[in-house]
């Protein structure tokens, strides 16, 4: 079991975050953004970063080459289509796009928004865990939870239109 601190500030333990979160068995804050027969979208359960969207398989599995091939078509069809609405709905002009496969969960990519406030951590790959740590630490209070919930919520209604 691992132990896992979420947004909230809520701690959990799980086998796998991604096979609980894919499963129902943790309902990811804001509900699911968009769902396909082989990937779930959801706002990242850790960082309250409006957009910040993980695409997560269902099934178990960790590695990229290890996609089936109708996977494959449906993770850059959903991939696209949330990246899609990304720009359109929330206005993120830059995406950073993070998946490793020496996760301690299965398949899953994030789709990290780049904000204005987040050049002060850096422009690049580094910059990344400064600005989680940042979103987790000084933007976790109820109304920087309100605009992730909205972001979310305008996701949601562009995506399963």
Known sequence: M??????????????????????????????????TPHFHAHQDVAYP???????AS?????????LTEEEQVDYIRTLTKIRKAQRKVLGIEAVYYF???DTTHHFHTWMVPRYDWMKEFGHSVE???PVLLHARNSMNDEQ??????KAIEKLKMNLNE
């Open 2 to 35: 691992k132990t896992l601190t979420l947004s909230d500030g809520q701690i959990i333990k799980v086998e796998c975050l991604s096979c609980a979160l894919t499963s129902g068995l943790i309902e990811p804050q804001g509900g699911v953004i968009y769902e």
């Open 49 to 55: 970063i409006q957009g910040l969207v993980i695409l």
């Open 58 to 66: 269902k099934r178990h599995f960790k590695s990229m080459d290890e």
């Open 99 to 101: 998946y490793n496969e």
């Open 127 to 129: 910059s990344l865990r």
């Open 144 to 149: 920087d939870i309100s605009q992730v919930i």
